[in-house]
């Protein structure tokens, strides 16, 4: 059974950067569009960025844009998200997710009730 791990979160201070990974064990991801979403005290899950299976489409929420790079490396079945600027307003739970219910999807979905796969989620809190 694939299992989605994510890892990379911590504590630091506005304006550092982090680097998450999302690593999938137990089968591929490769084929599947996939996602990173977050969710702070108090607030319901939201999209931060996705990423089409080939890794050549990408959108990102408005308040993460130009600071956020999502990739990834199917050769290695793992995805990533570079957080660079990072500010108080950040600080949330992140999630990695992947939409299996359509392989190859041209568009990957922003909605997370569309992505079917979850890992545990890793903590990202920045400090002002």
């Known amino acids: 059974q694939v299992q989605l791990v994510e890892s990379g979160g911590g504590l630091v201070q506005a304006g550092d950067s982090l680097r998450l990974s999302c690593a999938a064990s137990?089968?591929?991801?490769?084929?599947?569009?996939m996602g990173w979403f977050r969710q702070a005290p108090g607030k319901e899950r939201e999209f931060v960025a996705v990423i089409r299976w080939s890794g050549t489409m990408t959108y990102y929420t408005d308040s993460v844009k130009g600071r956020f790079t999502i990739s990834r490396d199917n050769a290695k079945n793992t995805m990533y998200l570079q957080m660079n600027s990072l500010k108080p307003e950040d600080t949330a739970v992140y999630y990695c997710?992947?939409?299996?219910?359509?392989?190859?999807?041209?568009?990957?979905?922003?909605?997370?009730?569309?992505?079917?796969?979850w890992g545990q989620g890793t903590q990202v809190t920045v400090s002002s």
């Open positions: 997710a992947a939409d299996r219910k359509v392989p190859f999807k041209v568009v990957p979905s922003t909605d997370p009730y569309e992505y079917d796969l």
């Open positions: 137990g089968g591929t991801i490769k084929n599947y569009a």
